[in-house]
Each structure stands twice: as structure tokens, then as C-alpha cells.
T-cell receptor, first 111, second 116 residues
Framework: RKEVEQDPGPFNVPEGATVAFNCTYS??????FFWYRQDCRKEPKLLMS???SGNEDGRFTAQLNRASQYISLLIRDSKLSDSATYLC????????????FGKGTKLSVIP | DGGITQSPKYLFRKEGQNVTLSCEQN?????MYWYRQDPGQGLRLIYY???????QKGDIAEGYSVSREKKESFPLTVTSAQKNPTAFYLC???????????????FGQGTRLTVV
């Protein structure tokens, strides 16, 4: 099983819709995760950190399901500006500085 | 302003030539990373360094080399041995965690390398 797996999409949703996508991880010891947002031809930027069961920031909610080893990102009231690729990153393994990113899920919000 | 700077933003290289991509950070971060991204693909780790004078191969290190002589700098050389070097290259840095995990990565704006 890959360390991080994401549905590549694309998810095409109308403005105002609610959309959710998942990220599965293989290391059951992982305690924290990050969601990054990457706009086309730009660098990834941190969207949200998830340290326990979940986190909420405005229209964005991240939830962690340890039993099934996945984290989800929920976006409510989608805006055109939410169109981007969303990357999932679990924390580094003990003793390692390696950071492994998921391939990302592409979201397109349509007028 | 603290940050991480990559240069140049666009780079063209003739086939068979080596080229070096610059990455500098003034965030006082110990860990630095180089990733490669191809169109429509995710980030693949080339090399990473957790301390000066030390670096580790990532998943796709063949055809690349790095150095870490200073904490602030982590240049990447794309050698002629890299068969398909055209890609978007991203450098990142991260602070040393007090405990494992819980530290985000900060990215430079990237260098777009094209072999002509």
C-alpha cells in the first residue's frame, strides 16, 4: 500500500456546492496531517493542519478517521477561487525527515 | 521578510548540459527538500537534508546531485545523466520538530526547467 493515496479527480462542482475528498494513509502511527492547496503552476501552500480528530476553519473542515486510516477535507459553499489541487501530507515517520505528499485531488468549481 | 527563494523561475538547458537550481532560505530551518513535479502529477522527492553537510536520497535521486554546505542553501544540480529533466522543481524547508511530526513545509516559488 502506498504511503499516501488520493483520488485524483477532477471533482467538478457548481458554485455553492459542498464537496469532500479523502486521503488514505498507510502508517497507522501517524498522529498529524496537513492539507496543502496548489494552484496551477504555483507552489503548494498550507491550507490546514490536523492534529487530533479534526479541524475546522471557516468553510473548510478536515476530519481524521484513525480506524479506517483516512482523512477527509470538506469544503462548504464552494467558491470559484477554491479551484485548485489539494494535497495531503502525513507527518514524518519517527526518525525520518522525509515528507511524502499525496498526488493530490483536483477541484474545479464551475459558475 | 523570512522566506524561501528559488532562482531562476524559468530555466532552459541544452541536452547534455548540467544545470544548477538555487534554493535559499532565511527561516533558520534545519530540513530542506527538493521535489520534482510533472504536468498533472504529484510531488516526487529527489533529495532531502536534515542538517548541514548531510543529505539523503529520495525516491528519484538518479541524475541529480545536491550539496548542503550552509544551513541556508540547498542547491540542486540536474546532470546530463537525468534522461527526462523537463519539469517543475520545488524546494521546501521545514523546522526541526520538537517531536516527530507537526511541522509544515514552506515552499519556494519553483523553477520551471525546460530542456531544448
Amino acid at each position: 500500500r502506498k504511503e499516501v493515496e488520493q483520488d485524483p479527480g477532477p471533482f467538478n462542482v457548481p458554485e455553492g456546492a459542498t464537496v469532500a475528498f479523502n486521503c488514505t494513509y498507510s502508517n497507522s502511527a501517524s498522529q498529524s496531517f496537513f492539507w496543502y492547496r496548489q494552484d496551477c503552476r504555483k507552489e503548494p501552500k498550507l491550507l490546514m493542519s490536523v492534529y487530533s480528530s479534526g479541524n475546522e476553519d471557516g468553510r473548510f473542515t478536515a476530519q481524521l478517521n484513525r480506524a479506517s486510516q483516512y482523512i477527509s477535507l470538506l469544503i462548504r459553499d464552494s467558491k470559484l477561487s477554491d479551484s485548485a489541487t489539494y494535497l495531503c501530507v502525513p507527518e514524518r515517520r519517527a526518525g525520518s525527515y522525509q515528507l511524502t505528499f499525496g498526488k493530490g485531488t483536483k477541484l474545479s468549481v464551475i459558475p | 521578510d523570512g522566506g524561501i527563494t528559488q532562482s531562476p523561475k524559468y530555466l532552459f538547458r541544452k541536452e547534455g548540459q548540467n544545470v544548477t537550481l538555487s534554493c535559499e532560505q532565511n527561516l533558520n530551518h534545519d530540513a530542506m527538500y527538493w521535489y520534482r513535479q510533472d504536468p498533472g502529477q504529484g510531488l516526487r522527492l529527489i533529495y532531502y537534508s536534515q542538517i548541514v553537510n548531510d543529505f539523503q536520497k529520495g525516491d528519484i535521486a538518479e541524475g541529480y546531485s545536491v550539496s548542503r554546505e550552509k544551513k541556508e542553501s540547498f542547491p540542486l544540480t540536474v546532470t546530463s545523466a537525468q534522461k527526462n529533466p523537463t519539469a517543475f522543481y520545488l524546494c521546501a524547508s521545514s523546522p526541526t520538530p520538537i517531536r516527530v511530526g507537526n511541522t509544515e513545509a514552506f515552499f519556494g516559488q519553483g523553477t520551471r526547467l525546460t530542456v531544448v
